[in-house]
Nanobody
C-alpha cells in the first residue's frame, strides 16, 4: 500500500510559479512510476506529467516547456515545478503512482487527496 500526500498548492498571479510536492510512504517508491493529474471544475481529470522509475519524463502538450516533474528517491518525494502559470492551469492537482510504466490515462493504483492551485489573471 502506498499513501501519497501533496503539498505546495495555493494562489498565484498569472506568470508566477509554484512547486508541488508529493510525499510517498512505502519502501518501494523507487520502483513506481509517478505522475500528476489535475481536474478543474466541470472538466474531466487530465494527465499533466509523469516520471518513470528510471527518470524518463512525460508531459501534456499544454504544460510542456512550463512544468518540470522530478523525483528524489532518497526522500520518497516527487515534485512538480510550475512556471509561467496561466489562469487555465487552475485546478485541483493530484499525485499518482503505479507499479508499471507512465500512462496518460487515469489508471493509476494510488492517488493523493489533491492540492488546489489557483492562478489569478
Amino acid at each position: 500500500q502506498v499513501q501519497l500526500v501533496e503539498s505546495g498548492g495555493g494562489l498565484v498571479q498569472a506568470g508566477g510559479s509554484l512547486r508541488l510536492s508529493c510525499a510517498a510512504s512505502g519502501q518501494t517508491f523507487s520502483s513506481y512510476a509517478m505522475g500528476w493529474f489535475r481536474q478543474a471544475p466541470g472538466k474531466e481529470r487530465e494527465f499533466v506529467a509523469g516520471i518513470s522509475w528510471s527518470g524518463s519524463t512525460y508531459y501534456a502538450d499544454s504544460v510542456k516547456g512550463r512544468f518540470t516533474i522530478s523525483r528524489d528517491n532518497a526522500k520518497n518525494t516527487v515534485y512538480l515545478q510550475m512556471n509561467s502559470l496561466k489562469p487555465e492551469d487552475t485546478a485541483a492537482y493530484y499525485c499518482v503512482a503505479r507499479t508499471l510504466t507512465v500512462v496518460v490515462g487515469p489508471v493509476y493504483d494510488y492517488w493523493g487527496q489533491g492540492t488546489q492551485v489557483t492562478v489569478s489573471s
